[in-house]
């Protein structure tokens, strides 16, 4: 199970040092690759706006 990003992210970057295993590639908005998650829950502790879920 991976986390996803919602269209509530702000593209802060904040999650992305988070993230164990770099996951978390940047865009408009932040993406996760799903095959490359370990599902730690870092990146969603670390997000302002809530908008890192569990999928």
Do not use: L, R, W
């Not at 988070?18 to 408009?28: H, L, R």
């Amino acid at each position: 199970m991976a986390h996803k990003i919602t269209d509530a992210c702000i593209a802060c970057g904040t999650c992305q040092p988070e993230c164990p295993v770099n996951a978390i590639s940047e865009g408009d908005i932040y993406v996760i690759d799903a095959d490359a998650c370990i599902d730690c829950g870092a990146c969603a502790s670390a997000c302002p706006t809530s908008a890192i879920i569990a999928e």
